[in-house]
C-alpha cells in the first residue's frame, strides 16, 4: 500500500463534511478499483468506493510533493456506478 497525504483547512473541510466524512474520502483513494482521469486546471476526478462501502465522486487537485486537496465530493450516480464496475 502506499501513502498519501492530504490537505485539509476550513476551506475544504466544510464543503466535504456535509457530505462525506474525511476517514470516508481518505479511504476512497486506497480502493483498488478506483477510476482516475484528468479534467482541467491540474484537477482530477476520481469514481471510488469507500472502506464503508460508499460509491464516492471526488474531485481533487495534485499539488507540489504529492499532497492531495479534495475539492469536492458527492455520491456516484448510476451511470458513474457503472463505469466504476467496467473494466
Known sequence: M???EFEWDEGN???ITARASIEEVE????DPKKKTSRTY???YQVLARTSSGR?????????AGGI???ISVR???RIEK???WRK
Do not use: D, G, P, T
Open 2 to 4: 502506499f501513502y498519501i
Open 13 to 15: 473541510e466544510l464543503k
Open 27 to 30: 479511504s476512497a483513494f486506497y
Open 41 to 43: 486546471f491540474n484537477r
Open 55 to 63: 460509491y464516492l465522486f471526488i474531485v481533487y487537485q495534485r499539488k
Open 68 to 70: 492531495i486537496r479534495v
Open 75 to 77: 455520491n456516484m450516480i
Open 82 to 84: 457503472r463505469r466504476y
